[in-house]
């Protein structure tokens, strides 16, 4: 699916917004492809989210991935965000034999439980964005930080590889919150899997947290009427696809 020349402005007004909001809390971006810096970044601050999916060190990240460094004022990194782009029939497979985190799949140890998938109410496939490796400062929390960088993020998936699906995966005891939907703006939150979990190492339950490319237009529409961290937008291209 590709984007109309009205979304595709849309989606542009959205990182440009985006962007001067984290200004506002003079932040400043950079988009990195150096994912051993991520890693780095995460491990020193004691991140629980050390997720294989963006480590170089077991994948190949030298294409269709990126992370967002986000620097505040004096230089230092103060929050990450990162997204891969799969091309696949079914994400659910990708889960299952846990090539979503090793290229050659998951091998299971002692103690370590097979993982049971559950399926979604929609098949995954095509062109599928990955987010992960979010992480913000305890400095720069409850200021819609972590609502500006998924939809930075994933807006600037959309400019750039114009996905079928957007997803990330969260622990079932987080996906049983608002912050999926709310903070995060994911449309659909649902059991994805149990079993041997390799971002937090450990048996454990996730979710799968997905959008539509339509849907995640649709959620850039609504980031004007947010109710804690609105994010302004042109009022002519947040309406020129319902005046079409």
Request: charged share 20%; with cysteine.
């Amino acid at each position: 699916m590709k984007l109309a020349n009205a979304d595709f402005g849309l989606v542009q007004h959205c990182i440009d917004a985006l962007t001067e909001k984290l200004a506002a809390l003079h932040l400043s971006i950079v988009i990195e492809r150096d994912f051993r810096a991520l890693v780095d970044f995460l491990r020193a601050n004691n991140a629980h989210n050390l997720n294989p999916t963006f480590d170089p060190a077991h994948n190949d990240l030298s294409s269709k991935a990126f992370w967002l460094r986000v620097i505040d004022e004096k230089g230092e990194t103060v929050a990450s965000q990162a997204q891969r782009i799969f091309e696949t029939e079914d994400f659910c497979d990708l889960v299952r034999t846990g090539m979503l985190w090793y290229p050659d799949g998951l091998t299971l140890k002692d103690g370590q439980a097979p993982l049971r998938i559950h399926r979604p109410s929609m098949m995954i496939g095509g062109t599928v964005a990955h987010a992960g490796g979010l992480w913000v400062n305890p400095r720069f929390r409850k200021m819609g930080v972590s609502l500006y960088l998924p939809y930075l993020a994933r807006a600037l998936v959309l400019r750039n590889y114009e996905p079928d699906f957007i997803t990330c995966i969260v622990l079932a005891s987080m996906g049983k919150t608002a912050l999926p939907m709310n903070a995060y703006g994911y449309r659909h939150v649902e059991p994805c899997a149990s079993g041997w979990i390799p971002p937090v190492n450990r048996n454990d339950t996730i979710d799968l947290c997905y959008l539509t490319l339509a849907e995640a237009i649709e959620q850039i529409r609504e980031l004007p009427q947010h109710p804690h961290y609105p994010v302004p937008l042109p009022v002519a291209a947040v309406q020129e696809k319902l005046l079409a």
